[in-house]
């Protein structure tokens, strides 16, 4: 029941973009996406609800397509203070929260 | 200043030996959850609560145990740790549909 995310990890160099992806087999009513450095707790970026919308927080966007059961965050001109792990969540029911496995992001010179 | 306050940080035990972590937030949030964290498997929920008196299982249950006898605190409880609990774990709470607030976790080792 988790979502899956893609890539499992990337290497960008600053000034790079970068598409992750999150997909779920059960209907999504709204998606949230976290970063998280290592060591650290997960630090919450955006929450998309239905209806398909974009979102954005500075050079870092996403999207939501519920007909498609997808969510796509994107990352542009990256700095090297985007390096960590990203990951999707949602409340299937609410009160269960399931997560992607994530996404591992590193941002070199 | 807004915050889910966890504890230890660091918990090192040994097999069968009971242990509690702490989680208090105080943002009067009625909602609050545990997940726990292993290499290449994200995040994943042990149990969540509603409201105080109100918990139910989320995706990883078996050998924890919590209780939220007052809306600020929810423990999580392990009565007779083993090996395969050794985890990174995280606390947090929101307020109904909005996003998670974490704790800063506690990185637990059973031997």
């Known amino acids: 029941q988790q979502p899956v995310q893609s890539p499992q990890a990337v290497i960008l160099r600053e000034g790079e973009d970068a598409v992750i992806n999150c997909s779920s087999s059960k209907a999504l009513y709204s998606v949230h996406w976290y970063r998280q450095k290592h060591g650290e707790a997960p630090v919450f970026l955006m929450i998309l609800l239905k209806g398909g919308e974009q979102k954005g927080h500075e050079k870092i966007s996403a999207s939501f397509n519920e007909k498609k059961q997808q969510s796509s965050l994107y990352l542009t001109a990256s700095q090297l203070s985007y390096s960590g792990t990203y990951f999707c969540g949602t409340p299937y029911n609410f009160n269960k929260f399931y997560f992607g496995s994530g996404t591992k992001l590193n941002v070199k010179p | 200043e807004a915050q889910v306050t966890q504890n230890p940080r660091y918990l090192i035990t040994v097999t069968g030996k009971k242990l509690t972590v702490t989680c208090s937030q105080n943002?009067?949030?009625?909602?609050m959850s545990w997940y726990r964290q292993d290499p290449g498997l994200g995040l994943r929920q042990i149990y969540y609560?509603?409201?105080?008196?109100?918990?139910d299982k989320g995706d990883v249950p078996e050998g924890y145990k919590v209780s939220r006898k007052e809306k600020r605190n929810f423990p999580l409880i392990l009565e007779s740790p083993s090996p395969n609990q050794t985890s990174l774990y995280f606390c947090a709470s929101r307020r109904g549909g909005e996003k998670l607030f974490f704790g800063s976790g506690t990185q637990l080792s059973v031997l």
């Open positions: 609560s509603m409201n105080v008196e109100v918990t």
């Open positions: 943002m009067n949030h009625e909602y």
